[in-house]
């Protein structure tokens, strides 16, 4: 099995920027792609960013410039900085391995 935690979720004002952190464990884990994906009320999950075990990174066109992924396999974990954040961006943020396992999300408000 493979457990991921999230952290680093909170309350920001428009502009400003937040990161957060997935940790992941247990037997099954080995190096891997990870990323993040998001789900806002009424909206579908989408991806947000993903990083492989070489260290290529992928990002949504709606993120670009503005949010960056990394990892430290050191630590089996997975950030994700965010940026010059906006009202659309508010979302729980989930973490993924693999696309397979999940963490149970982060919330994300971004509000004045």
């Known amino acids: 099995q493979v457990q991921l935690v999230e952290s680093g979720g909170g309350l920001v004002q428009p502009g400003g920027s937040l990161t957060l952190s997935c940790v992941a464990s247990g037997s099954a884990f080995t190096i891997g792609t990870m990323g993040w994906y998001r789900q806002a009320p009424g909206h579908q999950r989408e991806l947000v960013a993903t990083?492989?075990?070489?260290?290529?990174?992928t990002y949504a066109d709606f993120v670009k410039g503005r949010f960056t992924i990394s990892r430290d396999d050191a630590k089996n974990t997975v950030y994700l900085q965010m940026n010059s954040l906006k009202p659309e961006d508010t979302a729980v943020y989930y973490c993924?391995?693999?696309?397979?396992?999940w963490g149970q999300g982060t919330q994300v408000t971004v509000s004045a």
């Open positions: 990083v492989s075990m070489g260290g290529s990174t």
């Open positions: 993924h391995y693999r696309f397979r396992y």
